[in-house]
């Protein structure tokens, strides 16, 4: 494995046995506290807890006659045989059972003045003791429950108040239970009277019975269903002598047959319209043709026929034709050619010749006589329309009568619906009015159960009488208790483990601060007197083996982040142990001004010391005692007059550290916490070395961190943590062996 892996290995925080001990034997006490908290509220309820006596029954729910309850609000529709499950009776019979109206019922049954009175046996010593016990715990319950009462009841009586009060106590103590796939209902009331544990339960029982029936039951069903009974008999009569009437006077009694022959009267009338309809086409199309034949064939022809004849029109046209070119000779003598007379008389020649150039000069002559063809045809014809005339007339005569019939039939069909409607309205009232018949034999039924008190709930088994108190688990509350202590004793060690941001062991300090661990000194005790020499001596070695040689590093600091982290202490057994050493004097200097404590440790004088030092320029070296054979020289505090920051002016400092360098091998300085003292970081860069001071288990890191940023960036040189009141909780013979 590489030099690098080992390195990232050891970053590494590992967690082992010893951090989980060290967790639990440091938080201790607050482990034994909580649990002793948690066994003695344990035991304090056990010895609360009186002895109950369980009184209990069973209940029988069958599929009866209140699963198919009677409903006369759904009486005159349709209602679909559903058959209910078991678990939907089981359910609803659970809503009956754990109504508040059921334990109302029992304490205006029982009276809650008995089941008070009842309720707490003091007759023996043991509940007389509890009792006193317990009275201040009620009286503390019913002064709550009087605050916590709504505002409307703030005007009821007392003896509605223990009215309410009774039923809660019967709500709490009543125990209901079903067992899956099973038709049963195990019922229990828990009191401290075993004789009132088994009255209180049957008197539920009873009232529950009572609340059942009247559940299932519909109040008036009986009287409502003989109103409707009467309704409908009358209803019916009614329609039927509407439908006798109807029949009566339309004259109809056989609707079916008639209306069978009339509409097969219909069938062949419209059989006898269609052929006479085709004869009257047929004879309407022979008129037709007999006409167009007639309009085409003369009524005469050619008898005749003489040719040769004179054509005595032609002769006289001749005539006129010279009797008018000799009238235009005349005008002609007389006027010239374009006169209006000779003109007109040209015009008649022209027009005379133009006829007389059409006629020929000899004619024929015909003789006519009657057709014989034109004259049978027209026989036929007569004959024909004759025939046609009295075919329109069959079709008059059909379609009146096709007409008639069928008004006579919408007559019917009108009759016909208003008789079936009556016919499905008089069987409607009959069906309503069975229905309701048979519902009201069974009101009449229903009214006799209820009378009876018959339901469908059977007892299995009647309340019990207790004999013996029901177990109070009180091993089991121990054990739980027992349990609940240790694990949440352990729950809070962790807890305030993971909430503690201290600084406990040296590893913490090097991971959170970055700096090395110097030495960790525990707390001063006799049995821990030989490790507590022990951490200044590895503390003492560190500084001669680190600094061994070297005339740079010979003045250390040693300061802390606050107040009462012990830095005198620290400063003061590490000057001795140099001392000890015997390789040249030691100086320990009292820099803390404000609140000297090295005088006491040596039993040295106050004043006059460093103040005075200073005050009189660094010259008065009459200050400095010897504390004792091979122990370190001592500069106390003194008596400051002055402002601290006046008095340790760094100048003036600087010179005194000189001089005493020359006397001394080692310097220690004893100074005030960097959070209290301004001028201890000014103290602190002149030293050759900086040595923190933390507290274990009190110091946070965070404050830590803070102090030694302040210290970096005032270029003083940290050397590290002098680890304080270092607590070993794990016993010294557990950890070796872990």
């Known amino acids: 494995m590489s030099k690098e892996m080992v390195e990232i290995e050891k970053a590494i925080p590992q967690s082992s046995l010893r951090d989980l001990y060290y967790i639990l034997f440091r938080h201790k006490r607050k482990i034994i506290v909580f649990f002793l908290a948690v066994m003695i509220v344990t035991a304090v309820g056990i010895v609360l807890t009186t002895e109950a006596y369980l009184s209990e029954a069973k209940l029988l729910v069958r599929l009866g006659r209140e699963n198919v309850t009677l409903d006369p609000t759904a009486a005159t529709g349709t209602i679909a045989p559903i058959r209910p499950s078991y678990e939907s009776v089981i359910n609803t019979e659970l809503d009956i059972l754990r109504s508040q109206e059921i334990a109302e019922m029992a304490v205006d049954a029982i009276g809650p003045e008995v089941l008070f009175n009842k309720e707490h046996p003091v007759n023996s010593i043991t509940g007389k003791t509890i009792a006193k016990i317990k009275r201040p715990a009620y009286i503390l319950a019913k002064r709550l429950r009087k605050l916590l009462r709504p505002p409307s009841d703030a005007g009821t009586s007392g003896s509605s108040s223990k009215r309410d009060r009774a039923v809660w106590m019967i709500m709490d103590n009543f125990q209901i239970q079903t067992q899956k796939f099973s038709s049963t209902i195990s019922l229990a009331y828990k009191s401290q009277n075993p004789k009132l544990a088994q009255e209180v339960l049957a008197k539920l029982i009873d009232s529950y019975l009572e609340k059942h029936i009247t559940v299932h039951q519909t109040p008036g069903s009986h009287q409502f269903f003989i109103q409707q009974t009467e309704y409908l008999r009358g209803r019916l009569t009614q329609l039927e002598d509407e439908l006798r009437n109807m029949r009566n006077e339309t004259g109809i009694s056989l609707l ?65 034709l010279y009797d008018l070119q000799l009238q235009e000779q005349d005008l002609l003598s007389k006027y010239e050619p374009e006169s209006r007379h000779v003109q007109d008389i040209h015009r008649q020649i022209v027009a005379a010749q133009a006829l007389l150039s059409q006629e020929k000069s000899e004619r024929t002559q015909l003789t006519k006589g009657l057709n014989t063809t034109y004259v049978d045809l027209q026989s036929s014809l007569l004959s024909e329309q004759a025939s046609m005339s009295s075919l329109q007339a069959q079709v008059e005569v059909i379609k009146t009568k096709l007409a008639s019939a069928r008004g006579e039939v919408s007559t ?35 009214d006799a159960l209820e009378s009876g008190k018959i339901s469908n709930i059977g007892i299995l088994q009647a309340a019990t009488l207790p004999v013996r108190p029901i177990s109070s688990r009180k091993m089991l509350t121990l054990f739980l208790g027992l349990v609940l202590g240790m694990l949440g004793g352990i729950g809070l060690a962790f807890f305030c483990e993971y909430t503690d941001h201290s600084i406990r062991t040296p590893e913490q300090a090097e991971e959170k601060l970055g700096l090395s661990t110097l030495t960790c000194i525990p707390i001063s005790r006799k049995a821990r007197i030989k490790k507590y020499n022990e951490a200044f001596d590895v503390l003492r070695e560190q500084f ?9 590093l010979r003045v250390f ?39 000297p404590m090295v005088h006491k440790m040596f039993k040295t004088k106050l004043s006059p010391g460093l103040a005075e030092t200073l005050a009189n320029g660094g010259g008065n070296g009459n200050v400095i005692s010897h ?20 008095i340790l002016d760094s100048s003036e400092f600087r010179k005194l550290l000189n001089a005493m360098k020359k006397a001394y091998r080692f310097i220690v300085l004893d100074l005030p916490a960097v959070n209290e003292a301004s001028w201890t970081i000014r103290l602190a860069r002149l030293c050759d070395g900086v040595c923190l001071v933390v507290e274990a288990e009190r110091s946070r890191w965070e404050v830590v961190d803070r102090t030694k940023e302040q210290l970096l960036r005032s270029n003083a040189n ?20 872990l």
């Open 256 to 320: 079916d047959e008639q209306h069978r022959l009339t509409l097969g009267n219909i069938s062949t009338l419209e059989k006898n319209l269609d052929a006479t309809e085709i004869a009257l086409a047929a004879s309407t199309a022979t008129v037709e043709a007999l006409h167009k034949t007639l309009a085409e064939i003369p009524d005469t022809v050619v008898a005749t026929i003489t040719e040769g004849l004179p054509n005595v029109a032609a002769d006289g046209m001749r005539q006129r």
């Open 412 to 446: 019917r069909n009108d009759v016909e619906v208003k008789v079936k409607a009556l016919t499905r309205e008089i069987e409607v009232q009959q069906a309503n009015y069975r229905k309701y018949s048979e519902n009201l034999e069974q009101a009449r039924i229903d």
């Open 544 to 552: 001669l083996s680190g600094f061994q040689g070297s005339k740079k």
């Open 557 to 595: 600091a040693i300061t802390s982040s606050r107040r009462h982290e012990g830095v005198s202490t620290v400063a003061a057994n590490l000057a001795l142990s140099l001392a000890w050493l015997g390789q040249g004097d030691v100086l320990l200097i009292d820099a803390n001004l404000g609140h």
């Open 627 to 646: 504390s004792r054979v091979h122990g370190p020289h001592v500069l106390s505090a003194g008596v400051a007059k002055r402002s601290f920051s006046v």
């Open 718 to 737: 940290v050397l590290g943590v002098i680890l304080n009141k270092r607590k070993l909780h794990i016993p010294e013979w557990l950890y070796r062996t």
